[in-house]
């Protein structure tokens, strides 16, 4: 829900039949395990942020007490024991996100100087990357976000990255499995920072912009919202799961070895099987928040900017399957990123 590396929740539920009504009816209004803590922690609270102004790239710092306290709730929710700390590589970072900003087209630098209102850099987060909100508690409606990520685990090039957090969903067995999201020449560490920060965006966005629901709610309610109408029941069920595409709720990224899928056995029902639903990545199918994020990183890299996205497998060397980011193909998302966000 907030992480673009390891904080997916339980993605395995299975849809109900429209026999089972109540049932059906029950799990579209799930409980939010997390609307307690955004509606409590002083992390969301906007009067504890400066005022906004400036490049985006000024808010970064070193996380504080508060954004340790809010990442270690997070960990508590979610299952984990990692208590981040202060980072060792503050400069270097910022170097960094002055580089991959002076890259963005002006309506996605437009979104994170209005919306974007710390940056906090960290070491043993335990993951990648975490993003939080910040609320308006007078106005009652969300003003923005935080991003929080761990300066030490950002080492891989872009391509290498985005292959590795692919791969961690499946056992690799003979068929080899391979991203590429960046040409030879920006193929770099910078980039692939890049994609983890406008992912991230993409779930401030779809909170502070109301296109999904606001995650204070206990019971979130996701059939109400267009951009999920039609293709979510709930954040982690999707109308897909019974004919269209039933291994959607295996699929889960970072997963242990003993619990990982074996492409060799599933990779024909996965992949081509994306094609028949509106989901950008396979990413994207693991929960409705992460379908939004999704496209929203997909449309900025691929559409606004005009880099590669594809995916190739192949098999004792031969390429037995391609397949390029759906969002070329996906007309109404396209539409819908250019009414509700790049206006």
């Not at 829900?1 to 029950?26: A, D």
Request: positive net charge; charged residues 25%; proline residues 3%.
């Amino acid at each position: 829900m907030f992480s673009s590396m390891k904080f997916l929740l339980k993605y395995c539920l299975i849809l109900c039949s429209v026999l089972s009504f109540t049932s059906c009816n029950k799990k579209a209004f799930e409980k939010n395990e997390y609307a307690q803590l955004l509606n409590e922690h002083p992390a969301t609270d906007f009067r504890n942020y400066p005022t906004q102004s400036g490049d985006w790239t000024t808010r970064a710092v070193n996380i504080d007490s508060t954004r340790i306290s809010f990442t270690k709730r997070i960990n508590e929710i979610d299952g984990f024991t990692e208590i981040p700390t202060e980072s060792t590589s503050m400069e270097g970072m910022r170097a960094k996100l002055e580089g991959i900003s002076k890259t963005f087209h002006p309506k996605v630098k437009g979104l994170f100087d209005k919306y974007l209102f710390a940056i906090y850099f960290c070491e043993k987060l335990g993951g990648t990357g975490i993003s939080g909100f910040v609320y308006d508690n007078q106005k009652k409606k969300p003003v923005g976000g935080f991003i929080i990520i761990d300066s030490s685990v950002i080492n891989k090039k872009a391509n290498d990255w985005i292959t590795y957090k692919e791969r961690s969903t499946f056992q690799l067995g003979d068929i080899s499995l391979q991203i590429q999201i960046e040409n030879e020449r920006d193929n770099t560490i910078d980039n692939a920072l890049r994609y983890i920060l406008l992912h991230e965006m993409g779930h401030i966005i779809s909170n502070t912009l109301g296109i999904s629901p606001d995650l204070r709610m206990a019971t979130p309610d996701y059939k109400e919202y267009p951009f999920f109408r039609e293709i979510w029941i709930s954040e982690k069920e999707s109308k897909y799961d019974t004919k269209t595409f039933p291994f959607r709720s295996k699929v889960k990224f970072y997963s242990s070895d003993s619990s990982a899928l074996k492409l060799d056995l599933v990779w024909d029902q996965v992949y081509p099987i994306l094609h028949k639903t509106r989901f950008t990545t396979l990413y994207a199918a693991t929960n409705a928040l992460d379908d939004f994020a999704e496209a929203f990183v997909s449309y900025i890299h691929c559409i606004l900017d005009n880099r590669p996205w594809e995916l190739t497998l192949s098999k004792q060397g031969k390429v037995i399957y391609k397949m390029k980011n759906r969002i070329h193909e996906l007309e109404r998302e396209q539409e819908f990123l250019r009414r509700n966000v790049f206006k």
